[in-house]
């Protein structure tokens, strides 16, 4: 870890230069000992934006009878261990073991509206929002007990849920401080925070508690919860996105499958109710055996995927435009590539679940949803009904880094729960479903052109990216969620999204004094829907790459011409880290390190990733050997589960980078299993390392999507500089690699111009599509 | 419906059920147990794995009439009467070995069966005992970090 000065320039925080609580934690545990006072310091903000819809303590914070705290979080665990970090805020502000601090995550009604979990936006939004609703709860408790002990805030030590004297030692908790009642006091700036400098639990690697729970079996997810009577469904779901229900005989059902309970045909919706799960499985295999559905829609050929792509796009849309980049590029010679990226899934181990009870009044969900209160507005559209009466409740699911199907497997059990009142009635997907029906992550084409001056520097760039929506997450429209699609009359999803993430990352956070960034947007032949980073993924992947291509052409060190298009010191410091992390590693014949850098979104976490690669020239086979990340979010709030966030990030982008694509032909999509969608195995799993840079004076950013990124490109050009050959469409297989010609800049096989190291007047050829059938290997 | 005598956890269980019916819905919606996790039904995951006769084996394929005698144990089995966890369940824990944790069943019951055989795995050995599991968070180098540390304390 890097050191890094205590006191630096702080843009929020002034000194009020006042003592109040500190904590020694061996003296609080025993009791025999009263604690230090914790200096304050003045936070002045801005507040998160989720205070903006919940401004008052009691939103975020209750002080229950026992003193302990509950906080309130309208944040989902979805493995990202966002519970911990909620846990320690608290416990850190208020000066209590983090065993009196629970954290309620998710439900209706209870927690506040706090959107989507998503955008690596929760320790931002929900872990700040409890910080300073917790400060302010501790300022309220000082009041009161100030009063009633008729002693002076500075003689008041506050810890472990109660306010004591220090001269009287006579002391109250919080409950007899508050009497029953519950803090409504608003967060007002500037509010005492504590220093940083004080921190006991914020910032360390605190274990996160559910681990144990999970190597117990204790019913921790969705897939896990128990009713009594509660009885379990399946949905038999069309061939195709646009296929409609002609006919269904379900005369032989009940012979076939016992258990049956209920089978309910709704417009194209078909849905069927057992006493047992199996039973489930078996009587939505009979149903769809015993269906007629109308010819879906067709898609493109693979192998003409991107071209298609092409042609229905609009645009472009100019985002940025800096400079005069025509007339930059009118004066000089250019470099252009282009980059591309397939359709990828979410892939969630455990498919999607949802629990509905319809209790004649209420309509009762349980939901992995990532936005438990747009959920219930698309319920409430669908079901035409009062949104108070969808009452939603969060539970842990199994990880899908983004928006994955738990609304729609929640939008099933609701309709099924109406048509079978009474008991809860769970809705399990198959693998099969899972699969084929997620929002996949849309497929994306990068092309970049850029010109160096004559001190090799880059004097113009342009980005051109075709993107999908990066985000169909359930709102108001009914027809956000999937099972509204085909109801009798079915709901059409009026709007495309979130089109924006499509250029996220796309303009370079380097210094350039031409840059222009445009978007064409399509509305594409698969569901798609946000998967973690979204358009950050493709465009960094291009960058990262087109980086490293022109620091060859300026005859320059990769991370030495990185460094001289760099001015932020923090990008330097990430970059000069992982510099230093892969700086004794003997490279042998076959291998080769690649680097990548970004910041997300430009505003956010810092981050250099380094990849080392074997390559097999013979046979293009790839060996991810270890992979080596410098990561700076500002603040760290945990450092294990920051740690943890990092190290999956990059695995699961190798797996991207090196093994998925959504496959299909031009009737369905194939891809339907794990055999046909591989991720990353064990053995093919690299080493990795992370180092973190704390620091604690800047405002803590998410971490989740960072990594994501910039190891595709790390890997890129590791490969690269193992064998020679330079892959421009993920993900990078040996076919690819034996088919790409051995020099760079002139080695995209997609052109069929073989150098487009010129003047780059004519739009290039349209890359091949990865689905196109790979020359045998040599 | 034909009746079933399954020895799991060391209990003898009588479940009442149809023939085809595979073991992880015996696991999980007859006996209530959570450890075995439903994630493909392919036996392509790992995620449902237990153990049979000490040896690892995905459970989602897997008729209750092909049982026998066999004796299973899931996740549930794997800690002493007293409580006290399995060295490799501990190890979890230590390591911190999980994001979402819903591989995690099937993480720790395949080491189980591994260090049955083979108390000190190589990190090769180890990766190839897991080639089975998926982990979709990349807890992957935690968990075979666990997995060591579970070998020693054995």
Not at chain 1, 53 to 61: E, P
Not at chain 1, 344 to 355: E, N, T, V
Not at chain 1, 584 to 610: C, P, W
Not at chain 1, 619 to 642: C, F
């Amino acid at each position: 870890m890097t050191a890094i000065p205590l006191r630096t320039r702080r843009k929020f925080l002034k000194d009020l230069g006042y003592i109040s609580v500190g904590f020694s934690l061996l003296g609080a545990c025993s009791g025999v000992e009263d604690p230090m006072m914790a200096e304050r310091i003045a936070f002045e903000g801005p507040l998160p934006g989720s205070m903006g819809r919940a401004k008052n303590v009691n939103a975020w914070l209750q002080i229950l009878e026992d003193g302990s705290i509950r906080v309130l979080s309208g944040k989902v665990e979805l493995g990202q261990g966002i519970r911990t970090a909620i846990q320690q805020m608290a416990a850190e502000e208020l000066d209590m073991d983090l065993e009196m601090v629970q954290v309620h995550l998710a439900e209706t009604s209870v927690t506040p509206n706090e959107g989507y979990t998503g955008a690596s936006a929760s320790i931002q939004n929900s872990a700040m929002s409890v910080r300073y609703a917790a400060a302010t709860a501790r300022q309220e408790l000082l009041g009161l007990a100030s009063t009633k002990l008729n002693t002076p805030i500075t003689d008041l030590l506050l810890y472990n849920g109660k306010v004591k004297s220090k001269q009287s030692k006579e002391s109250l908790t919080f409950a007899e401080l508050l009497e029953g009642v519950q803090i409504e006091r608003e967060v007002i700036l500037p509010l005492p925070i504590k220093d940083f400098r004080e921190h006991r639990y914020v910032g360390k690697a605190i274990p996160r508690t559910d681990i144990l729970d999970m190597v117990n079996g204790k019913a921790v997810y969705i897939q896990d919860l128990r009713f009594p009577g509660m009885v379990h469904a399946r949905v038999v779901r069309p061939p195709g996105y646009s296929s409609q229900l002609i006919s269904l005989d379900e005369s032989g059902l009940r012979k076939e499958v016992s258990g049956v309970m209920k089978t309910v045909i709704k417009g194209s919706f078909v849905g069927v109710v057992t006493k047992r799960e199996y039973q489930a499985i078996k009587a939505e295999q009979y149903l769809k055996n015993h269906s007629a559905w109308t010819a879906t829609s067709t898609f493109p050929k693979p192998e003409n995927l991107y071209a298609h792509i092409k042609m229905i796009a609009t645009g472009p849309e100019t985002v940025k435009n800096e400079g005069d980049v025509a007339a930059a590029f009118e004066s000089a010679e250019t470099l252009k590539a282009t980059y591309s990226k397939p359709y990828i899934k979410h892939a969630s181990l455990g498919p999607a679940c949802g629990i509905a009870l319809f209790d004649g009044e209420i309509l009762h969900l349980w939901s992995h949803s990532q936005g438990i209160y747009p959920l219930r507005e698309a319920l409430a559209t669908m079901l035409t009904i009062d949104a108070n009466k969808i009452h939603i409740i969060g539970v842990p699911g199994a990880g899908c880094f983004g928006h994955s199907t738990a609304d729609d497997a929640a939008t099933d059990a609701a309709i099924l729960a109406l048509e079978y009142p009474g008991k809860h009635v769970r809705v399990q997907w198959s693998r099969h479903d899972e699969h084929s029906w997620d929002p996949y992550g849309p497929a994306m084409i990068t092309t970049l052109e850029a010109s160096l001056d004559k001190n090799n520097k880059i004097n113009a760039w342009k980005t051109e990216v075709w993107t999908d929506s990066h985000s169909t997450r359930p709102n108001k429209d009914a027809g956000t969620v999937l099972a509204a699609r085909y109801l009798d009359p079915p709901h059409r999803m009026k709007s495309r999204g979130y089109l924006g993430g499509g250029h996220r990352n796309g303009d370079p956070y380097y210094r350039i004094p031409n840059m222009t960034l445009n978007a064409h947007y399509y509305e594409g032949p698969f569901r798609t829907s946000s998967l973690r980073s979204l358009g950050s993924f493709t465009n960094i992947f291009a960058l990262e790459s087109f980086m490293d291509a022109l620091a060859e052409k300026a005859g320059q060190d990769p991370l030495e011409f990185r460094l001289n298009h760099l001015e932020d010191d923090r990008a330097i410091e990430v970059i000069q880290k992982v510099k230093v992390l892969t700086g004794s590693q003997n490279i042998l014949d076959g291998e080769g390190i690649g680097h990548a850098f970004m910041r997300y979104k430009n505003t956010d976490a810092y981050i250099a990733v380094a990849a080392k690669v074997a390559v097999d020239k013979d046979q293009g086979n790839i060996r991810l050997i270890k992979m080596w990340a410098a990561v700076d979010v500002g603040e760290v709030i945990n450092l294990d589960g920051l740690t943890n966030q990092i190290e999956g990030g990059m695995i699961q982008a190798a797996s991207w980078t090196l093994k998925e694509q959504v496959t299909f032909n031009t009737n369905k999509i194939t891809s339907t299993d794990w055999a046909n969608y591989p991720i990353l195995r064990f053995p093919e799993v690299p080493d990795v390392e992370v180092a973190i840079i704390d620091r604690p004076n800047e405002e803590a950013k998410g971490a989740g999507e960072v990594p994501v990124p910039p190891t595709a490109a790390a890997i890129a050009n590791a490969i690269y500089r193992a064998c020679g050959k330079q892959v421009y469409d993920l993900p990078i297989t040996p076919e690819k690699i034996l088919k790409a010609s051995s020099k760079m800049l002139h080695s995209h096989t997609n052109y069929s111009t073989p150098n487009h190291f010129v003047k780059a007047k004519n739009e290039p050829p349209l890359p091949a599509s990865p689905l196109s059938k790979p020359p045998s290997p040599v | 419906m034909p009746t079933y005598h399954l020895h799991i956890n060391g209990s003898q269980k009588e479940i009442e059920t149809e023939a085809d019916t595979p073991m992880l819905y015996v696991l999980r919606d007859y006996l209530e147990l959570n450890g075995p996790k439903f994630g493909c039904g392919l036996s392509q995951c790992g995620s449902c794995t237990v153990l049979i006769d000490g040896k690892a084996s995905t459970s989602c394929l897997l008729p209750i009439s092909s049982i026998g005698e066999a004796k299973i144990t899931t996740l549930e089995g794997l800690a002493s009467h007293s409580g006290k966890l399995h060295a490799v369940q501990q190890a979890f824990v230590d390591e911190q070995a999980a994001q979402c944790g819903y591989c995690l069943n099937g993480m720790v019951m395949t080491a189980v069966g591994l260090l049955n055989t083979n108390p000190n795995p190589s990190e090769s050995e180890i990766k190839n005992a897991l080639e089975g599991n998926l982990c979709r968070c990349g807890a992957h180098t935690r968990i075979i970090q666990a997995i060591k540390t579970a070998a020693k304390n054995l």
